[in-house]
């Protein structure tokens, strides 16, 4: 049998669309990449700038001159080391709660078989279309009865009774594990807590480690939970520090874009350290399901 030929004209006009496809596709995500990261540029080139050069006109986007010291002389306006120790007692806190919360209620609607399983998952899974906004004023009463209130607690304790979305996700990425190796296990006299500690969480390390940076960046830049909660200003995070800027009548957005700019380093590194495990759990997650 012969194969059919391809005439070069032909092979030619193949290849020329295929050159044009990935020219065309490296433009838009150039122009598109561009678009996100000029907003930080301009962050970065703001922060450099002396006051009275930051609403020049016309706008300039290289500073004048590269004030530095604008870095070091933001972070003192106000007592951004004891905000700093607060965001991360408040985000290593809710980071370490989502992850433990979460995974055991996800193992229990992954791996353990009961009555009424289904109905339960999709009950939290409706939980998902409440917005927020609806459970601001009842959350906030309950705190305020239990005396909670000017506490870091409201903004520590939620993270320890689960989050609807972090369990979905743990639980679509357990269902990808065979299920062979629990029956391995329990013939081996491993109970669920060996199964889940010692089989399911070393190979959930992708999903664990999405779970874990969407906490930490959600609690790190949080700013509505602590505006509500926190009336002291030692209590105050970093968001509630970097609104402390915003002055009636003046704010010196130069010091307010470094200080920002400091803030974004523990997210920035915690992403680029993490992204291939981050990627990856994201990526896998709803592979599996029965």
């Given at each position: 049998?012969?194969?059919?030929?391809?005439?070069?004209?032909?092979?030619?006009?193949?290849?020329?669309?295929?050159?044009?496809?990935?020219?065309?596709t490296?433009?838009?995500?150039?122009?598109?990449?561009?678009?996100?990261?000029?907003?930080?540029?301009?962050?970065?080139?703001?922060?450099?700038?002396?006051s009275q050069?930051?609403?020049t006109y016309?706008?300039?986007?290289?500073?004048?001159?590269?004030?530095?010291?604008?870095?070091?002389?933001?972070?003192?306006?106000?007592?951004?080391n004891?905000?700093?120790?607060?965001?991360?007692?408040?985000?290593?806190?809710?980071?370490?709660?989502?992850?433990?919360?979460?995974?055991?209620?996800?193992?229990?609607?992954?791996?353990?078989?009961?009555?009424?399983?289904?109905?339960?998952?999709?009950?939290?899974?409706?939980?998902?279309?409440?917005?927020?906004?609806?459970?601001?004023?009842?959350?906030f009463?309950?705190?305020?009865?239990?005396?909670?209130?000017?506490?870091?607690?409201?903004?520590?304790?939620?993270?320890?009774?689960?989050?609807?979305?972090?369990?979905?996700?743990?639980?679509?990425?357990?269902?990808?594990?065979?299920?062979?190796?629990?029956?391995?296990?329990?013939?081996?006299?491993?109970?669920?807590?060996?199964?889940?500690?010692?089989?399911?969480?070393?190979?959930?390390?992708?999903a664990?480690?999405?779970?874990?940076?969407?906490?930490?960046?959600?609690?790190?830049?949080?700013?509505?939970?602590?505006?509500?909660?926190l009336r002291?200003?030692?209590l105050?995070?970093?968001?509630?520090?970097?609104?402390?800027?915003?002055?009636?009548?003046?704010?010196?957005?130069?010091?307010?874009?470094?200080?920002?700019?400091?803030?974004?380093?523990?997210?920035?590194?915690?992403?680029?350290?993490?992204?291939?495990?981050?990627?990856?759990?994201?990526?896998?997650?709803?592979m599996?399901?029965?």
């Amino acid at each position: 049998m012969q194969t059919p030929m391809v005439y070069p004209k032909r092979q030619l006009g193949i290849r020329g669309r295929a050159i044009a496809t990935k020219v065309i596709t490296y433009v838009l995500l150039l122009g598109l990449s561009i678009s996100f990261i000029l907003p930080f540029l301009w962050m970065v080139s703001t922060s450099l700038k002396l006051s009275q050069d930051v609403f020049t006109y016309p706008p300039s986007f290289f500073p004048n001159s590269f004030e530095w010291t604008n870095y070091p002389k933001g972070w003192r306006v106000l007592p951004f080391n004891t905000f700093l120790i607060n965001s991360l007692i408040v985000t290593l806190s809710n980071v370490a709660g989502n992850v433990l919360s979460c995974s055991l209620v996800a193992f229990g609607f992954a791996r353990l078989h009961g009555r009424g399983r289904n109905f339960l998952f999709l009950l939290l899974l409706a939980t998902l279309m409440i917005p927020r906004e609806v459970t601001i004023i009842p959350r906030f009463l309950m705190f305020s009865a239990a005396g909670l209130t000017n506490t870091l607690w409201p903004l520590v304790l939620p993270a320890w009774f689960g989050y609807a979305f972090f369990i979905f996700l743990l639980r679509q990425f357990f269902m990808g594990i065979p299920i062979d190796l629990d029956h391995s296990a329990r013939i081996d006299g491993a109970n669920n807590w060996q199964i889940l500690t010692q089989i399911i969480l070393p190979l959930s390390q992708p999903a664990l480690a999405s779970v874990a940076i969407f906490a930490f960046i959600g609690n790190w830049s949080n700013l509505l939970d602590p505006l509500i909660y926190l009336r002291s200003t030692e209590l105050y995070t970093l968001a509630l520090g970097l609104n402390l800027f915003r002055g009636q009548n003046f704010t010196q957005f130069n010091l307010l874009m470094a200080v920002s700019i400091i803030t974004l380093i523990p997210v920035l590194l915690m992403f680029f350290f993490s992204q291939k495990l981050f990627v990856q759990g994201v990526s896998l997650t709803g592979m599996g399901g029965r």
